[in-house]
Structures are given as structure tokens and as C-alpha cells.
T-cell receptor, first 113, second 113 residues
Framework: DVKVTQSSRYLVKRTGEKVFLECVQD?????MFWYRQDPGLGLRLIYF???????EKGDIPEGYSVSREKKERFSLILESASTNQTSMYLC????????????FGPGTRLTVT | AQSVTQLDSQVPVFEEAPVELRCNYS??????LFWYVQYPNQGLQLLLK??????LVESINGFEAEFNKSQTSFHLRKPSVHISDTAEYFC???????????FGAGTTVTVRA
């Protein structure tokens, strides 16, 4: 079974702090994704990566950056956390070919105070 | 670019009653279609998918969805729900030329005894 793990289930940070969210997948998937999930808005894509050191902006990249130094690991960085970044963050991975089915981690609920 | 509309944000239903969750999409090219389920405090899990072939697809736990190309719909149904089906359900679409998914806003199903 594909396993996608995220470094924290719950995280509380202060405004202005630099925040790192880590995601690791164990199935050698090429693609990795970061979403944020907010009530009534579904999942919105922040960034994705289709290879090591490669990244592309999603629909809402402002205020975020990403890093992918190894194939299995994809990090989301909030350079200076703000209260409007309080949300559930979901990581996913998929193969670069086939049905593009995405496998999700359990999520990190981030609260910025 | 594709988009997804889930027509119902909340669906309350009694145990053993049928349920239908509606999903419409817009795209100018061929698509893959997915339904994901999110149980409380968990990440998303794939429920079923349509890639090609038979327009009726089924999941192992009794859900089914039918792809209707002319109406650009992919509605999800279950003839008899259980308490354990209480969850949020997301419809998603990807274009064959693009491995990103676009998600609907989600439908919360609450099953009552």
C-alpha cells in the first residue's frame, strides 16, 4: 500500500514565524502535491512537483514556497505565517503516468495565532 | 481548464435509506473522474474512479457512480447507507493531458439512525 506521511497532525504557530510542513511518500511517485482544505472551498492546490528540484505553482501559491531535494520528500514552507493561513494542509502523491490517482496523507491542521 | 461543481453541500440521510451526491464538471477535453471520501480527522481516500470503458463504476463498499458525458456529470449513489458512511465526499476531475486534479467543494453526508 502507498503510504504518505506528514510530519505533524496538529501545529500551532505564531504570526510571523517560519513554518515547515514535511511530507514523505514511500512508493517512488514522481508527482507530489500540497493542498489546503477550507470549509466550503474544497481542496485548493498550492504547489506541486513532478520531479526532484522541479516545482510549479498551483492556484494559491502566494505566501508559500516548497522544496523537493529528494524524490520521496516534499516540504511546504510558510515564510512568515499569517492568521489567514490557518487551515488543514494535505499532501498527496501520484505516478506521472496512468490514471493520475492521488494518494493523500492524513493532513496537518495548522493554527496561526 | 476544468472545474467541478458539487450541487449539495450537506446531505442528511437516515440509515438504510438511499443517497445520491451530485457532481457536474466542465472541460473541453476528455477527462478522468474520481470520488474521494474523507472520514472525520483523516485524509482523503479514493472511493472509485472512471477512466474509460463502462460508464458505471462501483466501489467495494456499495457505492456506484455513473459517467454521463452528454450531461457532464458523475453522480455518486448508494442504495442503503450505514452510520459508518458519515463523511465528506469530494468529486474530482483531471484532464487526460494534465495530472493535476480539480476538486469540488465537497458534500458532507450525515447518516442518522
Amino acid at each position: 500500500d502507498v503510504k504518505v506521511t506528514q510530519s505533524s497532525r496538529y501545529l500551532v504557530k505564531r504570526t510571523g514565524e517560519k513554518v515547515f510542513l514535511e511530507c514523505v511518500q514511500d512508493m517512488d511517485h514522481e508527482n507530489m502535491f500540497w493542498y489546503r482544505q477550507d470549509p466550503g472551498l474544497g481542496l485548493r492546490l498550492i504547489y506541486f512537483s513532478y520531479d526532484v528540484k522541479m516545482k510549479e505553482k498551483g492556484d494559491i501559491p502566494e505566501g508559500y514556497s516548497v522544496s523537493r531535494e529528494k524524490k520521496e520528500r516534499f516540504s511546504l514552507i510558510l515564510e512568515s505565517a499569517s492568521t489567514n493561513q490557518t487551515s488543514m494542509y494535505l499532501c498527496a502523491s501520484s505516478l506521472i503516468q496512468g490514471s493520475y490517482e492521488q494518494y493523500f496523507g492524513p493532513g496537518t491542521r495548522l493554527t496561526v495565532t | 481548464a476544468q472545474s467541478v461543481t458539487q450541487l449539495d453541500s450537506q446531505v442528511p440521510v437516515f440509515e438504510e435509506a438511499p443517497v445520491e451526491l451530485r457532481c457536474n464538471y466542465s472541460s473541453s477535453v476528455s477527462v478522468y473522474l474520481f470520488w474521494y471520501v474523507q472520514y472525520p480527522n483523516q485524509g482523503l481516500q479514493l472511493l472509485l474512479k472512471y477512466l474509460s470503458g463502462s460508464t458505471l463504476v462501483e466501489s467495494i463498499n456499495g457505492f456506484e457512480a455513473e459517467f454521463n458525458k452528454s450531461q457532464t456529470s458523475f453522480h455518486l449513489r448508494k442504495p442503503s447507507v450505514h452510520i459508518s458512511d458519515t463523511a465528506e465526499y469530494f468529486c474530482a476531475v483531471s484532464e487526460l493531458s494534465d495530472y493535476k486534479l480539480s476538486f469540488g467543494a465537497g458534500t458532507t453526508v450525515t447518516v442518522r439512525a
